[in-house]
């Protein structure tokens, strides 16, 4: 069974630009969380996302938004990209999210804002 | 709210040697614990998990046993190689209410030839 895939695995931009980066979770994974991993910050969740519904979110500002499709895959849109954005952003699939469910982690999209 | 501590790193051994990893963690109910591990350049990935209490979680020669007594899950291996420098993750997830996912800030293990 194929892992989690993530696309793109590098990306740099430029500050005050827009990105969106994309997670396909493992087949017949339904729910998919985001994560964003900073040295200094450690793993910050950003959001969670189950059956097209935002199920759960962290404390991050407005201009960090996602998506589901009905096939489970997800996307993640950065808005107004700041140099802080700089991380290295998971995506990381379970069946439900619930009960004694596990989490599957993609190899990640690194991100650089110059 | 719930919470993940673990030792601070980097933690450097040489080859053979025992490894213990400790981690500690505040939690309402009865949580779901789990290591990962991140090689250089990679996302994580699931080392080993444990559901209840007294369960014994184990993987490659990995081992932590899930103690509610004292809230622990320590990672151990009895001759760690140097394929097994990485960084380890401590991990909580509530089986009830929000699901959450809470990490530790990660150990980061070195082990040299």
């Known amino acids: 069974k194929a892992g989690v895939t993530q696309t793109p695995r590098y990306l740099i931009k430029t500050r005050g630009q827009q990105v969106t980066l994309s997670c396909s979770p493992i087949?017949?994974?339904?729910?998919v969380s985001w994560y964003q991993q900073t040295p200094g910050q450690g793993l910050q969740f950003l959001f969670e996302y189950f059956s097209e519904t935002q199920r759960n979110k962290g404390n991050f500002p407005g201009r960090f938004s996602g998506r589901q499709f009905s096939n489970s895959r997800s996307e993640m849109n950065v808005s107004t990209l700041e140099l802080g954005d700089s991380a290295l952003y998971l995506c990381?699939?379970?069946?439900?999210?619930?009960?004694?469910?596990?989490?599957?982690f993609g190899p990640g999209t690194r991100l650089t804002v110059l | 709210g719930n919470s993940v501590t673990q030792m601070e790193g980097p933690v450097t051994l040489s080859e053979e040697a025992f490894l213990t990893i400790n981690c500690t963690y505040t939690?309402?109910?009865?949580?779901?614990l789990f290591w990962y591990v991140q090689y250089p350049g990679e996302g994580l990935q699931l080392l080993l998990k444990a559901t209840k209490a007294d369960d014994k979680g184990s993987n490659k020669g990995f081992e932590a046993t899930y103690r509610k007594e004292t809230t622990s899950f320590h990672l151990e291996k009895g001759s760690v190689q140097v394929s097994d420098s990485a960084v380890y993750f401590c991990a909580l997830r509530s089986t009830s209410g929000t699901y959450k996912y809470i990490f530790g800030t990660g150990t980061r293990l070195k082990v040299l030839a």
């Open positions: 939690a309402t109910g009865y949580p779901s």
């Open positions: 990381a699939s379970s069946l439900t999210g619930q009960g004694t469910d596990t989490q599957y």
């Open positions: 087949s017949g994974h339904r729910s």
